[in-house]
């Protein structure tokens, strides 16, 4: 079974890891290497497993676009990008014998280094992906 770990940050927290000055702790570059190092290897050791089928981590949410619609008519603004707001900040796709394994995988990366204490709270998403409309439950 195939399934995607979401993870979350805001746009404070882009603006921390990039040394900005915010409410949150400021990451050094001791910091950053720390986090590239333990992401590379458990993206490694995934990879070796068998288990990773694709890893991306995406942008701050200051470069995001959303598109909708009102009364059928597009429309594009900037964001999310609110402080406070969390959004999606990366994912990890794997294939993997079933939830439990799904779980300890996203346990795993919980374990990822950081400066202060600013993600003591951190989480993540687990979704099964959808191989066909049947696994969709209609």
Not at 75 to 93: H, I, N, S
Request: include cysteine; charge should be negative; aromatic fraction near 10%.
């Amino acid at each position: 079974m195939k399934y995607m770990i979401l993870s979350y940050a805001s746009q404070q927290d882009y603006e921390a890891m990039a040394g900005k000055h915010t409410t949150k702790a400021e990451w050094t570059p001791e910091d950053m290497a720390a986090m590239a190092e333990f992401m590379t290897t458990v993206n490694r050791e995934l990879e070796e497993s068998g288990e990773l089928v694709e890893t991306r981590g995406l942008v701050a949410p200051v470069h995001t676009r959303r598109v909708g619609a009102r009364d059928g008519v597009p429309y594009v603004t900037d964001g999310p990008y609110a402080e406070t707001q969390e959004v999606l900040a990366g994912y990890w796709v794997v294939e993997c014998a079933g939830i439990d394994r799904a779980v300890e995988i996203a346990a795993r990366l919980g374990q990822c280094p950081y400066p202060g204490n600013a993600y003591d709270n951190a989480y993540a998403d687990i979704r099964p992906i959808a191989e066909s409309a049947e696994d969709m439950g209609f």
